[in-house]
């Protein structure tokens, strides 16, 4: 296994498999709880275009086996700055 800084500047373990899992999930509110619930989430079949806008578009996570997103601490503080700011980063797209 190799060892890789992670956001914090932390050494973490990881292997290939962990890269290989990200995905893009198209952002499509249908539940309750908003950006943290996974069920309002589609795997989206590849990069998602959204224009830079206010509102959450897509995110890039880790999918958990049954096509919806995992939240990492990491993740939810991307959608936190990116909605904030109205920016995008690189693993949150948003959209007018």
């Known amino acids: 296994m190799r060892k890789l800084p ?3 500047g932390r050494f973490k373990n990881f292997n290939r498999e962990e890269v290989l899992n990200m995905a893009w999930f198209n952002y499509t509110p249908t539940q309750p709880n ?3 619930n996974p069920d309002n989430y589609t795997l989206a079949g590849s990069t ?3 224009t830079n806008g206010p509102d959450l578009c897509a995110i890039q996570a880790d999918n958990d086996g049954s096509d919806r997103p995992e939240f990492t601490e990491a993740l ?3 959608m936190i700055l990116a ?3 109205h920016q995008q980063n ?3 797209k ?3």
């Open 6 to 8: 992670n956001r914090s």
């Open 34 to 36: 908003g950006p943290l």
């Open 48 to 50: 998602p275009t959204c």
């Open 76 to 78: 939810k503080d991307d």
């Open 83 to 85: 909605l904030v700011a």
């Open 90 to 92: 690189s693993n949150v």
């Open 94 to 96: 948003l959209k007018s």
